[in-house]
């Protein structure tokens, strides 16, 4: 039994050695490494395509340079980190991606066909630019400094949060399963709020312009 115990903890250092192999030659950001290495004992990960889902919350993570190793990743959630620009390479599977409460002010997701659902409230965004997305169902924006928000290929949008921003102007005519729409906080004419108004079957949430209630 006592030999039994001895090779079982071995073939455990062998796993976890080698999950940090796969993943030191990879990684840049010593923090997010040290939170997939913690995860890849956790899961018993062997290999960087072993990786499905990673979480990694309040890890004051700076970079995302290397991730792409992990090219079966579906989840990817670093909230309330410190990141500054988030470039992500090609992730194909990747359904869900959480990158709120960072200090982005740079954004480039071309490359997840499979995105689902994007969440980059709370950083520093002044530009949206997003296309050839077909399976993004939700969209939450919101409490950036986003003036420009431009899109095209998101055929299957239900929801965007892009309140408290700085947008003065809006697309509400391409995105045709949208179903609810928040712009509150956003210093956009009336006109254009008169013209979501028209709209039937999308709940828009506005508050005009907030010029004429001073």
Known sequence: ????????????MFIISSAAYAFDIAL???NLQNCILQLAQQKQ?????????IECHNKNIHSLSGIEVFTQLQKLSLY??????AKLPSLPNLQHLNLAKNK???????????????????????????????????????????VDFHYQGLPVLEKIYLFNNKMINMDIYHLPLA?????????????LYEEMDKLKGITFLHDGNAKDWQ
């Open 45 to 53: 990960w062997s290999t960087a395509q072993a990786v499905t889902e």
């Open 80 to 85: 309330n980190n410190d990141i500054t620009e």
């Open 1 to 12: 039994m006592r030999v039994i115990g001895y090779f079982s903890c071995l073939l455990s």
């Open 104 to 146: 982005m002010d740079d954004l480039d997701v071309s490359g997840l066909p499979a995105l689902e659902d994007m969440y980059v409230f709370g950083n520093k965004l002044k530009r949206l630019q997003l296309s050839a997305l077909p399976k993004l169902k939700q969209l939450k924006a919101n409490d950036n400094i986003i």
């Open 179 to 191: 179903h609810y729409i928040d712009v509150r906080q956003n210093p956009m004419p009336d006109k």
């Open 28 to 30: 840049k950001d010593e």
